[in-house]
């Protein structure tokens, strides 16, 4: 195997090991949770199945776009719904 293969093979494992482990810093702080139905344009928190990224969101109040805030808050929204975790 050349060198230049073990190089870049080695940067792309690099690249996605740092992902797998960027990922739980990017999870929501204590006390906060989803809440899905009432994130304006452009002002989502993730990504869903229609895109990869905060700040995508195409409509306001898309059913599946989701921001965070304080527990109890989304309750109190109307078109608010509670994003549960996966288990």
């Known amino acids: 195997m ?8 080695s940067a792309i494992a690099s690249i996605v090991t740092m992902g797998l482990f960027a990922a739980p810093a990017m ?5 906060m949770e ?7 344009a452009g002002k989502n928190d993730c990504g869903t199945s229609k895109h990869a990224c905060a700040g995508q969101a195409a409509t306001d109040n898309d059913p599946e776009e989701w ?4 527990v109890g808050t989304c309750e109190k ?8 975790k996966k288990k």
């Open 2 to 9: 050349k060198t230049t293969d073990i190089l870049l093979n």
């Open 27 to 31: 999870a929501g702080k204590p006390g």
């Open 34 to 40: 989803k809440c899905a139905g009432i994130a304006a």
């Open 67 to 70: 921001v965070y805030v304080p």
């Open 77 to 84: 929204i109307a078109g608010g719904k509670v994003v549960s």
